[in-house]
């Protein structure tokens, strides 16, 4: 099993900056690709960003492109989101997800979820 835990979401305003946090457990973790997801509300859950484990590339849903970006400490078991410049529709629910296969779209093929971080926007 991989455990995921996220933290650091709030109640910013816009323009504002948050860095998420996701802790996983596992040594393997290296090897894992993570990715952040998010649901807005009234919305699906939509994909965010990802980061592979064995090259560190990296994939950003279009909106963020340019304000978030994600990073991993291996030598931690930790995946992070920094969001800058954030908008109210940036609003909902950040979940770390975590799978172990190695395809190259980062998009999907996730299998294990966290808790869920709620951010808040305020314009």
């Known amino acids: 099993q991989v455990q995921l835990v996220e933290s650091g979401g709030g109640l910013v305003q816009a323009g504002d900056s948050l860095r998420l946090s996701c802790a996983a457990s596992?040594?393997?973790?290296?090897?894992?690709?993570m990715g952040w997801f998010r649901q807005l509300p009234g919305k699906e859950r939509e994909f965010v960003a990802a980061?592979?484990?064995?090259?560190?590339?990296?994939d950003y849903k279009d909106s963020v492109k340019g304000r978030f970006t994600i990073s991993r400490d291996n030598a931690k078991n930790t995946v992070y989101l920094q969001m800058n410049s954030l908008k109210p529709e940036d609003t909902g629910v950040y979940t770390c997800?975590?799978?172990?296969?190695?395809?190259?779209?980062?998009?999907?093929?996730?299998?294990?979820w966290g808790q869920g971080t709620q951010v808040t926007v305020s314009s």
């Open positions: 596992g040594r393997a973790f290296s090897r894992y690709t």
């Open positions: 980061i592979s484990g064995s090259e560190s590339s990296t």
């Open positions: 997800a975590a799978r172990l296969t190695a395809w190259s779209n980062l998009k999907y093929g996730y299998a294990y």
